[in-house]
C-alpha cells in the first residue's frame, strides 16, 4: 500500500514531506561527518574508456559499420510506436508483443529458419531511477513458440552503446548474436528525477558477439547463470553460496545466513512493510515481537532484486519477505572500482544510531528510489516499537 501511496504522491507533488521530534544522537552526528565529503562528477580518462573489456563477450574492430549518432534517440520500433502508445494502452488490437516482450524494448530483431532472436531493454538488475537500461536476449530454436531470456550484464552507454540500427545481420552464421557497438565516453551527471547525462565518442566500429553458450552457462547448476551471480557477487562454482541450505536462485538472501541478532526483526519489517510498524500521525502502539521468527519466503519471477551495503550484523542476517536482497560490508563494496553505472537498484539504510540519555532508544534513516524516512524505535517488555518520525519524497 505505502508503494502506491508514495507513487500518487510523486505524480501529484514535486516535494512532500513530515516530520515529527527530532531525537539527538551524536553517534549518528559522528556517522555523517565521516561522510560529508561530496565528490563532483567527473568525466573518465579517455584511456579509461577506451581500454574497456568486457568480463564476458568480445568485441572486435571492424572497417564497416554504421557511424556513431547521437541524435538517434528512438528504436525502429520505439520510432514507429511512439505516436502509437496511447492507442496500444486503450485497445488489444495491435500486436504490441514478440516473445513477451514489449515492442518498445526491443532493439533489433531478426529470424533465421526456425530460430527467432531479439535484443532488447530492461531494468531488472540496475537502477531503475538514475541510469540507463540493461540489454537482454530473447532467443526461441521453435519458431517463437517458446522463448529463452538472458541476462547479459552490459548496461547500455556504461561504456558500451550497442547500436540498433547495425548493418550486420543479428543471427551470425555460428547462431550467435553480434552488433555493432561503440564506446562512450559520460560527461555529465545522471539529474533527479529524469535528467539524462550527455556523452562524447571514444572508439566507433566496434562489432560485438554475444554467444549463446556463455550467456547460458550456469556454472554451479543452481538457475542463476555466471552473468547474474557476477552481478549479485554470489560464487559461481557453489550453489549455496551462504551455506543456509536454500539454493542461491530461491535464496532472498544469498549471501548472508540467517544468524539473526536481536535487532534483525526491525529491519525486517522495514523490507518488508510490516502493519506494527507506526507513523508519526497516527495513534499506534504496536510493537514487535523480538522472540518473532519470519517465514521464510523463496525468489519468485517477479520478486525484485536490491542492493543493501551495511556493516550492521542485524541488517546482514534479515530474511526478507518482499525484496531479494544483495548485501555487501562497506569494505567489499568500496573495493571494487565503479568507473561506470551499473549497480543494482539500491536500498539506503543507516544503522541504528542510540538515542542521547535514553535507554535502549535508536534511531535510523531509510532512502529508497524518491523517497527516504527516518525512524525511532526502543526497546520494551513486549518488544520493539517502531515509530515513523519524518518522511520525504522528491
Known amino acids: 500500500m505505502k508503494n502506491y501511496l508514495t507513487m500518487l504522491l510523486l505524480l501529484l507533488l514535486p516535494a512532500f514531506s513530515f516530520a515529527q521530534e527530532d531525537y539527538e544522537s551524536k553517534e549518528r552526528e559522528e556517522y555523517y561527518d565521516k561522510r560529508k565529503t561530496f565528490k563532483s562528477f567527473k568525466p573518465l580518462n579517455k584511456k579509461i574508456v577506451s581500454?574497456?573489456?568486457?568480463?564476458?563477450?568480445?568485441?572486435?574492430?571492424?572497417?564497416?559499420?554504421?557511424?556513431?549518432?547521437?541524435?538517434?534517440?528512438?528504436?525502429?520500433?520505439?520510432?514507429?510506436?511512439?505516436?502509437?502508445?496511447?492507442?496500444?494502452?486503450?485497445?488489444?488490437?495491435?500486436?504490441?508483443?514478440?516473445?513477451?516482450?514489449?515492442?518498445?524494448?526491443?532493439?533489433?530483431?531478426?529470424k533465421k529458419g526456425s530460430v527467432e532472436a531479439f535484443v532488447y531493454y530492461d531494468s531488472k538488475y540496475v537502477e531503475t531511477f538514475i541510469g540507463e537500461p540493461e540489454l537482454w536476449v530473447a532467443h526461441s530454436e521453435d519458431n517463437g513458440k517458446?522463448?529463452?531470456?538472458?541476462?547479459?550484464?552490459?548496461?547500455?552507454?556504461?561504456?558500451?552503446?550497442?547500436?540498433?540500427?547495425?548493418?550486420?545481420?543479428?543471427?551470425?552464421?555460428?547462431?550467435?548474436?553480434?552488433?555493432?557497438?561503440?564506446?562512450?565516453?559520460?560527461?555529465?551527471?545522471?539529474?533527479?528525477?529524469?535528467?539524462?547525462?550527455?556523452?562524447?565518442?571514444?572508439?566507433?566500429?566496434?562489432?560485438?558477439?554475444?554467444?549463446?553458450?556463455?550467456?547460458?552457462?550456469?556454472?554451479?547448476?543452481?538457475?542463476?547463470?555466471?552473468?547474474?551471480?557476477?552481478?549479485?557477487?554470489?560464487?559461481?562454482?557453489?550453489?549455496?553460496?551462504?551455506?543456509?541450505?536454500?539454493p542461491d536462485n530461491l535464496d532472498m538472501n544469498p549471501r548472508f545466513a540467517s544468524n539473526r541478532t536481536d535487532k534483525s526483526i526491525i529491519f525486517e519489517a522495514l523490507i518488508n512493510d510490516d502493519e506494527n510498524i507506526c507513523y508519526g500521525f497516527e495513534d499506534c502502539e504496536s510493537v514487535l515481537s523480538i522472540d518473532e521468527r519470519p517465514e521464510v519466503h523463496s525468489v519468485a519471477d517477479t520478486t525484485e532484486t536490491i542492493l543493501i551495503v551495511t556493516d550492521e550484523p542485524?541488517?546482514?542476517?534479515?530474511?526478507?519477505?518482499?525484496?531479494?536482497?544483495?548485501?555487501?560490508?562497506?569494505?567489499?563494496?568500496?573495493?571494487?572500482?565503479?568507473?561506470?553505472?551499473?549497480?543494482?537498484?539500491?536500498?539506503?539504510?543507516?544503522?541504528?544510531?542510540?538515542?542521547?540519555?535514553?535507554?535502549?532508544?535508536?534511531?535510523?534513516?531509510?532512502?529508497?528510489?524518491?523517497?527516504?524516512?527516518?525512524?525511532?524505535?526502543?526497546?520494551?517488555?513486549k518488544g520493539w516499537r517502531v515509530v515513523q518520525t519524518y518522511m520525504i519524497i522528491s
Open 314 to 381: 542485524g541488517l546482514q542476517n534479515i530474511q526478507p519477505r518482499s525484496f531479494r536482497v544483495i548485501i555487501l560490508t562497506t569494505e567489499e563494496y568500496e573495493s571494487n572500482p565503479r568507473y561506470f553505472q551499473n549497480d543494482l537498484c539500491r536500498m539506503r539504510i543507516s544503522p541504528l544510531f542510540k538515542v542521547d540519555g535514553e535507554k535502549d532508544t535508536y534511531i535510523f534513516d531509510y532512502g529508497f528510489n524518491t523517497w527516504g524516512a527516518g525512524y525511532w524505535v526502543k526497546k520494551t517488555e
Open 51 to 110: 581500454n574497456y573489456y568486457d568480463d564476458f563477450f568480445k568485441f572486435v574492430e571492424v572497417d564497416n559499420y554504421m557511424p556513431y549518432n547521437d541524435t538517434l534517440f528512438f528504436t525502429p520500433y520505439q520510432d514507429s510506436i511512439f505516436q502509437l502508445r496511447l492507442e496500444y494502452w486503450m485497445t488489444d488490437s495491435l500486436v504490441r508483443y514478440i516473445g513477451g516482450i514489449d515492442k518498445y524494448q526491443i532493439l533489433k530483431q531478426e
Open 146 to 246: 517458446t522463448w529463452s531470456y538472458y541476462y547479459t550484464g552490459i548496461v547500455q552507454k556504461q561504456p558500451l552503446f550497442v547500436k540498433w540500427n547495425s548493418s550486420y545481420p543479428l543471427i551470425n552464421e555460428q547462431g550467435d548474436l553480434q552488433i555493432e557497438a561503440c564506446l562512450l565516453r559520460q560527461m555529465s551527471s545522471f539529474i533527479m528525477p529524469f535528467g539524462a547525462p550527455s556523452y562524447q565518442l571514444v572508439k566507433d566500429g566496434l562489432l560485438l558477439t554475444l554467444d549463446l553458450e556463455t550467456l547460458r552457462k550456469d556454472s554451479d547448476g543452481d538457475g542463476l547463470t555466471d552473468i547474474v551471480e557476477t552481478k549479485f557477487r554470489t560464487d559461481p562454482n557453489n550453489d549455496d553460496t551462504d551455506g543456509d541450505g536454500i
